[in-house]
């Protein structure tokens, strides 16, 4: 696994064609490797920039910490 750091906000498209925000934590063993943990939320959305505007709104994140898939 590589050292670069995850962005903490993932929004991807599910199989039912609504998108959904996934919160990602990373924190570092002792070692300095990271640990990256996932928890997919239950909010839906018709649009992916629905899904930003959220994310953005609620989470206070910048445009950077946000990936798309």
Known sequence: MSRVPVRPFLVTKD???V???????TRYNSQG?????AEILTD???TQTAAKA???AEYRAEPGDIATK
């Open 19 to 25: 998108f959904r925000v996934t919160v990602r934590t």
């Open 54 to 56: 959220f994310v953005k």
């Open 44 to 46: 839906a959305f018709r």
């Open 33 to 37: 490797y990271p640990l990256v943990s």
């Open 15 to 17: 199989e039912e064609g």
